[in-house]
């Protein structure tokens, strides 16, 4: 992304010629909506707005505004915080860039604060007041259960970053996160393959994801692998006691744990998997719910040695990851870790931008068809594509959780997989 | 094979009794554990709601900042004495008391004491105040959880037999309990202070009049449950996650232990802890997670109805 570099600079200088008086001028002029248009002379060179804005979206000559629609607030803030930033970077990196059709991006942001019905509420205040020409948001199924028909009665375009369980599909939702089939069969082929993996136990927290996936999982082990699964669990939200469970897979002795659990009982699960003796080096377990993220608060001492099946890891080794990893440490400290959803997240803005300029239109009906195909080579995780379902094609990958809580690359699929989120069998 | 290989069915059949047996072990630890972590949680509450009958609804905020305590004093200690690193935790959960118990006389002072006579209104300001907590606790330290490095000796397992492992981490925490058991129950019912406390209980007016200065009472007594908490919280750190929002992991358990025990008496409280901790690990054992935690509580709400007033309570006068 040299491209990128070499235009920050070039704002740098621009910026740099102005004198401190000049500057001070500047800014108490700042009132006069005239000299808003010379402080931005970038944009404002694209096509005339009323042929790229015939539905009466906020699009100006210059500007088009969209939604960031996350938790900031509740419980939910722990995962929506990565989101947030990703997306934010995506727009000011589109923005130095000369913004889309010629339009810089404004964003106004809403908090959906851990509550569904508010997430509701934001959406048809970005959708109906601030005429939004696409959302970036939220993160749990829920959240996103909450604001669909938002999105479908006001047509709206919303760009979900979430792996999620499938069974679902819009013409206003493009789901940048893998669907259940993507995260879950590569994944369990490859623990077959590799581990020689004959039973498995299969816990979750009590929710439509994890139980959508397993069972998803249990036909896959079932019908295809021809093993078994020998338990399969869920815990309450938040659940922070598991040595019962832990014992009984001591009992069973499954080849692999397969877990799905969230939020702080995440924390909590393997923290006592460590204490109970239970060595991951020995015992084979794969997740498909902790990215670095999670691991900040698991501590990669307690979960070294796991698997996890993901679409992207920050440590993979590409040019189109290097540069985002640095551009996002550059943005929000050298500290933050990126995960999956993260890197979906900062997806989202580049597909629509990229569909925006497809269609040569900001309308959503155009938007929403010229989705399909759509491709965005410069994907942290590799080369992405839009399917006619609106999910994305992306490799399936296996990474090894490290001391340090990064993920080492163990499997990659060798070829994009195709999402389908209305899996013939599996339900 | 079997037909259906559910998990009831697989706690029986191939099982030589030496697995049975180490299990059955290790499942009476799991439950004792269970058990130590809810007295842990509960006495701090139980001292504030019981002494005082202020229903402390930010106790989980208390817990969590007990949490971050000890998560700045691992940072400090790994940067800045990393030859003590292995005795960090005592000095942690010193601190955690010092600053849990500061912020519970802090906010008796500023918030608690001007409310004694509207106990509902107690409950919404408490509750107010959690959520100031969680937000400033989000604003301080990130909406992220973050993750407490604990030294080498307190992670994995005790081998007692070839197939018999305790958790370190577990027997860490029933020793705590115990230990904090003794000197609350000390502090309650055999130090002057003590006197105070249970004098003002009971009766307020009276306890007064024979020169017990009633609001210090009140002042310390709130100190005494947060602290507490702060440990509680502190010693969390290593069976649980540290985030702004985490107090609420625990906070609905602590609650039902202490209203299940009557609220009024410790031993309430400790029996009632057993009795929830045991009937949950041993249903969780057969059945499965969910199902244990809607069991558990169904069997509470229905010894709640047939006795109202919890498992013990203590005669007072009216």
């Not at chain 1, 047509?155 to 369980?165: A, D, Q």
Request: glycine share 10%.
């Amino acid at each position: 992304m040299g491209w990128l570099m070499s235009d920050n600079e070039r704002d740098k200088t621009s910026g740099g010629l102005e004198s401190p008086f000049r500057r001070k001028l500047l800014m108490g002029m700042a009132a006069l909506p005239a000299m808003s248009l010379l402080s931005s002379p970038v944009f404002g060179a694209g096509p005339a707005t009323a042929a790229v804005n015939t539905t009466g979206l906020a699009v100006t000559d210059t500007e088009v505004t969209v939604g960031i629609l996350h938790s900031v607030t509740g419980t939910m803030a722990i995962s929506e915080t990565g989101s947030v930033q990703a997306e934010k970077l995506a727009i000011e990196q589109i923005n130095a860039m000369g913004g889309v059709l010629g339009r810089k991006i404004k964003f106004i942001q809403e908090d959906g604060a851990s509550d569904w019905p508010t997430f509701a509420e934001k959406a048809k205040k970005l959708l109906v007041n601030d005429k939004c020409a696409s959302v970036m948001g939220c993160w749990t199924s829920a959240s996103r259960k909450a604001v669909l028909p938002v999105f479908e009665q006001y047509n709206g375009m919303l760009y979900y970053p979430t792996f999620y369980e499938g069974l679902e599909q819009s013409k206003n939702v493009i789901y940048t996160g893998q669907e259940a089939t993507q995260q879950i069969i590569a994944g369990l082929d490859w623990v077959a393959k590799e581990k020689g993996a004959k039973s498995f136990y299969l816990l979750g927290s009590d929710y439509i994801w994890p139980r959508t996936s397993n069972k998803i999982a249990r036909k896959h082990i079932e019908n295809h692998l021809k093993t078994k699964v020998v338990g399969e669990e869920y815990f309450p939200l938040g659940h922070t006691q598991f040595n019962s469970v832990i014992n009984k897979i001591k009992l069973t002795k499954p080849d692999v744990i397969y877990a799905i659990i969230v939020g702080g009982s995440n924390v909590a699960f393997y923290k006592q998997l460590k204490a109970a003796g239970i060595d991951l080096s020995k015992q084979t377990l794969l997740t498909i719910s902790v990215t670095e993220d999670e691991i900040d608060g698991i501590g990669g001492e307690n979960i070294a040695g796991a698997f996890a099946c993901m679409k992207y890891f920050q440590s993979l080794d590409n040019a189109n990851n290097k540069a985002f990893v640095a551009a996002f440490k550059k943005m929000w400290g050298e500290k933050t870790v990126i995960g999956d959803v993260t890197q979906a997240a900062y997806l989202g803005p580049w597909l629509w931008k990229a569909t925006v300029e497809k269609a040569n239109s900001f309308d959503i009906d155009k938007v929403a068809a010229a989705s399909a195909g759509v491709e965005f080579k410069g994907a942290p995780e590799g080369y992405v594509r839009v399917h006619e379902n609106h999910h994305l094609w992306s490799k399936t990958r296996v990474g090894k959780a490290k001391l340090d809580g990064q993920y080492e690359l163990i499997f990659e699929a060798a070829e994009l997989v195709e999402p389908d989120p209305f899996p013939k069998g599996y339900q | 094979m079997r037909d259906s290989p559910g998990t009831e069915q697989l706690m029986f059949g191939d099982y030589s009794i030496g697995d049975l047996s180490s299990i059955f072990v290790m499942q009476g630890f799991a439950g004792l554990i269970l058990f130590s972590v809810f007295v842990l949680m509960a006495l701090g509450l139980a001292i504030i709601f019981g002494q005082m009958g202020v229903i402390n609804m930010a106790h989980g905020e208390f817990m969590i900042l007990g949490a971050y305590v000890t998560w700045m004093t691992s940072g400090f200690f790994q940067n800045n004495l990393p030859s003590l690193f292995n005795i960090y935790f005592f000095v942690a959960m010193a601190l955690a008391f010092v600053a849990a118990a500061s912020l519970g006389i802090l906010v008796e002072w500023a918030l608690i004491r001007r409310l004694y006579k509207r106990p509902l209104d107690t409950l919404l300001a408490t509750w107010g105040l959690s959520l100031i907590l969680q937000q400033t606790y989000r604003s301080v330290f990130g909406a992220r959880e973050v993750g407490v490095e604990l030294p080498q000796w307190m992670l994995g397992s005790k081998q007692v037999t070839d197939t018999i492992e305790i958790p370190i981490n577990g027997m860490f925490v029933m020793c705590l309990t115990v230990l904090i058991t003794l000197v609350v129950s000390y502090v309650l019912y055999w130090s002057p202070f003590g006197k105070q406390v249970r004098a003002v209980m009971q009766n307020r007016i009276m306890a007064g009049a024979v020169g017990i200065n009633t609001e210090r009472v009140d002042r310390y007594t709130f100190g005494l449950g947060c602290g507490i908490a702060g440990i509680a919280g502190s010693a969390f750190t290593m069976i649980g996650s540290t985030g702004p929002t985490a107090g609420q992991l625990y906070i609905v358990d602590t609650f039902l232990v202490v209203v299940f025990g009557g609220a009024t008496s410790l031993l309430g409280t400790i029996a009632s802890a057993f009795t929830i901790s045991q009937a949950q690990s041993t249903l969780e054992f057969f059945l499965s997670g969910s199902m244990a935690k809607v069991l558990t509580l169904l069997a509470i709400v229905g010894i709640l109805m047939l006795r109202p007033q919890g498992l013990f309570a203590l005669k007072v006068r009216k």
